[in-house]
């Protein structure tokens, strides 16, 4: 039998997710900002990925499926500023982002 290699650190980057806030945050709030944090930044995804090898073959379609959705988003998205929707849905995304912003300050109540 072969002893197993030491463990090599120096390839590995720190996951860091940072929730910041004020000291009279409530533990839920904060936890659930954490959540959002971490789903936002891919972190078990990238875990996943990188814990299973992938073949290169795969890699390569996934990589081609991957570059096709960013050039269909692309064109869809040429399109909608063409037609003005796109100004149409930023702004209301902008304005549910205020709103947000709002509730989450206490300036509007529910």
Known sequence: ???PKEFDKSWVRPIEV???GSSREDFEYAARR???LFQRERVIGQLKERSA????SIKKRRKSREAIARRL???RRDQMMKSG???HSQKQKAQKRILKE???AGVIDD
Do not use: L, Q, R
């Open 1 to 3: 039998m072969v002893a």
């Open 34 to 36: 954490f959540k959002t």
């Open 73 to 75: 988003m692309a064109e």
């Open 53 to 56: 090898y992938e073949k290169p």
């Open 102 to 104: 709002e509730k989450s």
């Open 85 to 87: 929707e796109w100004d």
């Open 18 to 20: 940072v929730v910041e």
